[in-house]
């Protein structure tokens, strides 16, 4: 055991030590950073001021009654969504007076000319300064007039529409002769319509936010797959060609050095991962908004312990998968070129499948593909990774995860054969016919 841990400690001081470990150490901070900053200067404002002129219609007050509707609905959804600290969202849109040199009374064309300049910057609120986004003008007769700072408005622009629209309906109704007692019930009236919801916690959008942190180990688990296979083909295939291999089984026995490989770079893996990880924890504690809306609710959704056992179960059953196959490619290759004849359609046979799966699982983890490919020892990890946040049957999580690791023992050891039996050859890499033999070959 100790000389496996050599060879572990070995790999991982190389791999660590290289550029390449380093640069790729930093890839996701770079991009949390980069991601923070365009966010902070592309986000729009959380509210924005609007001013109104009103040539005695009332319209600008209806107008103003109608948003502060609309906010304290919203206020109410929130509310009622149970959220644990609840916050008041801030009002969107916040009405100002019109600065002192804009007219009212002068007619549209006069408004719109000298509220203009106002509209390219920011205006005294209460809540602050925001930017003034919209300007609308209500004219005694005729269609009123809206002016607006180039950036999208649509809900603000679509509020005033919406409450014109209703005001005139009521209007036409009335002139047909239709009291306000029948236009409230003809406004209020709905067609009957029954809906067959689904359970609570299995909609479209629930099951996305739950499967958040489950996907994302997918993608983490294919990422480092990649990165350090990549590490691990290099330093066999190096030490291959420079005979550093005859000096280190001088040492051990040829079956410790698959072993001690695989914990090495299963180190390696994990010091990425951790810097990771730990990187995107800051950023959704430290950013608000989509981040961490999306963060909590998923991290809430695996709650149980036996589902983070279960999920570093797959975890660390994919990285041996993708390991053993890495390893075993760099044993039968001689340069990077040969090792590219391998790697090829083994990295197309597990990439298409998955991204495929991946795409199933965010629009139904409980569609076929998901729940086919469960059963496919290969494709077991991503898939169950993948379900587990909206949840899979304890008997289905038990046969696959027989399957599973029945199917990784058989991995190991008939790949470890070809590892040992093809460690110190040279010439052209075997064909399909000795590949076989090597696998049936005892140690």
């Known amino acids: 055991m100790s000389r496996i841990l050599l060879v572990a400690r070995r790999d991982y001081r190389q791999v660590v030590a290289t550029r390449a470990f380093k640069i790729t150490l930093l890839i996701v901070p770079l991009m949390l950073g980069l991601m923070a900053l365009a966010t902070s ?31 304290q609905r919203q206020r109410l959804r929130d509310l009622a969504a149970g959220t644990p600290a609840f ?14 040199d804009v007219p009212a009374d002068r007619g549209a064309e006069a408004f719109g000319r000298t509220v203009a ?17 919209v300007a609308v003008y209500f004219p005694a007769h005729g269609a009123a007039r809206v002016w607006t700072n180039g950036r999208a408005n649509g809900g603000l622009i679509g509020a005033i529409r919406d409450e014109r629209t209703r005001l005139l309906r009521q209007a036409l109704l009335q002139a047909s002769g239709l009291d ?3 236009i409230a019930r003809i406004e209020a009236a709905q067609a009957p319509l029954t809906v067959a919801a689904p ?18 180990l997918v993608y983490l688990l294919l990422t480092s797959a990649l990165i350090t296979g990549g590490m691990m083909l290099q330093g066999i ?30 180190a390696v893996r994990l010091t990425l991962l951790a810097a990771w990880v730990g990187c995107a924890l800051l ?12 963060l909590w609710p998923s991290l809430a959704a695996l709650n149980q312990p036996w589902t983070i056992a279960l999920m570093i179960f797959y975890f660390f059953c994919g990285y041996l998968i993708l390991a053993m196959a890495y390893l075993a490619i760099g044993s039968l290759s001689n340069s990077i070129q040969d090792a590219q004849a391998y790697l090829m359609p083994v990295s197309m046979a597990v990439l298409l499948p998955v991204m495929l799966m991946v795409s199933a699982s965010l629009q139904n983890p409980d569609s076929w593909l998901p729940r086919a490919m469960s059963w496919i020892p290969l494709y ?17 999580i038990a046969a696959t995860g027989v399957l599973l690791t029945l199917f990784v023992a058989l991995e190991l050891l008939l790949l470890g054969r070809v590892f040992t039996a093809s460690l110190l050859s040279t010439g052209q890499p075997p064909r399909l016919g000795a590949f076989l033999r090597m696998m049936r070959r005892p140690r």
């Not at 916050?87 to 002192?100: A, C, D, G, H, N």
């Open 117 to 133: 300049p106002y509209l390219g910057g920011d205006i005294a609120t209460p809540a602050g300064k925001r930017p003034l986004a």
């Open 283 to 294: 950023a959704a504690f430290a950013m608000q908004g989509f981040v961490a809306d999306i």
């Open 199 to 216: 359970p609570p916690g299995r909609d479209r959008a629930q099951m996305a936010v739950r499967s958040a942190v489950p996907l994302a």
């Open 380 to 396: 077991t990890p991503f898939a169950m990774l993948a379900r587990l946040g909206t949840g899979v049957p304890p008997a289905e």
């Open 237 to 266: 295939i190096e030490e291959r060609s420079n005979r550093l291999l005859e000096a280190v089984l001088a040492c051990i026995e040829p079956r410790e050095l698959p072993l001690g490989t695989l914990i090495g770079l299963g």
């Open 87 to 100: 916050k008041p969202p801030p009002r969107p849109y916040l009405r100002v007076p019109l600065p002192p």
């Open 41 to 71: 200067l592309l986000r729009a404002p959380s509210s924005v001021a609007y001013v109104m002129a009103d040539e005695g219609t009332g319209m600008a007050a209806r107008i103003e009654q109608r948003l502060e509707r609309d906010y």
């Open 180 to 182: 306000a007692a029948a």
